[in-house]
């Protein structure tokens, strides 16, 4: 008798924004600390279109982590068939599978792969993986991320981020004007440091003004 699978109580769509959150949400909520996530972008003219993923650049546990997004059993098992999973490549040096809270399960996961439940409040449970450990302290977090990383595609992740880079106007240009930003907003500082000096000088003047000629204080 065939069992039927559990009533879906999310679509696609919805999972993946969930995953694009869970990318960016810090460590210590257990989640990647990913600077930018993106959805369902190509990562070529062929081949792996992850669900989510998100690229992380602060000095330690950088890379790139795929969540691929499973509303059913059949979508999971139908997975496996992916060319780019059969021979054990693909993008992200982390990879979870993400769906609804019970529907696969961390025995069934293949080598490297992590696992997050969504339950019906919409919040993310990792299973397993090394957002598992994050809630333990960052010690852990970190020795975890070593055990679980892989190799990604770093030629289909460079495709995806130069091809939404594009996307996003002249690269440089942007550079040009946060540069002048950054330049005005030292100037600034320095401007505000100098009247603080100056007003904590006047202050103390005041107060010498006030005790050599006994004044008291309004």
Request: charged letters at 25%; proline letters at 4%.
């Amino acid at each position: 008798m065939k069992v039927a699978e559990p009533k879906k109580i999310f679509c696609h769509a919805e999972l993946c924004m969930i995953a694009l959150k869970w990318l960016k949400r810090a460590n210590s909520a257990g989640g990647h600390g990913c600077h930018i996530a993106l959805s369902e972008c190509r990562s070529g003219w062929d081949g792996e279109i992850p669900d989510a993923i998100g690229f992380r650049a602060a000095g330690l546990h950088d890379g790139s982590v795929v969540v691929e997004v499973k509303t059913s059993r059949a979508d999971f098992i139908a997975d496996r068939k992916k060319p780019h999973r059969q021979r054990g490549e693909g993008m992200g040096n982390w990879r979870y599978f993400m769906c609804p809270e019970g529907v696969i399960q961390a025995n069934e996961l293949p080598d490297g792969w992590g696992l997050l439940w969504v339950n019906s409040r919409r919040h993310v449970k990792p299973i397993s993986g090394p957002a598992a450990y994050a809630k333990a302290g960052y010690t852990a977090f970190f020795e975890q991320t070593a055990i679980w990383r892989q190799l990604s595609d770093q030629c289909r992740e460079q495709w995806l981020l130069v091809k939404i880079l594009h996307r996003v106007g002249d690269p440089n240009e942007l550079n040009v004007k946060l540069k002048s930003a950054y330049t005005e907003r030292h100037k600034l500082a320095e401007k505000c440091n100098k009247q603080n000096t100056e007003i904590e000088s006047l202050k103390r003047e005041l107060r010498l003004f006030q005790r050599n000629h006994n004044i008291s204080k309004p």
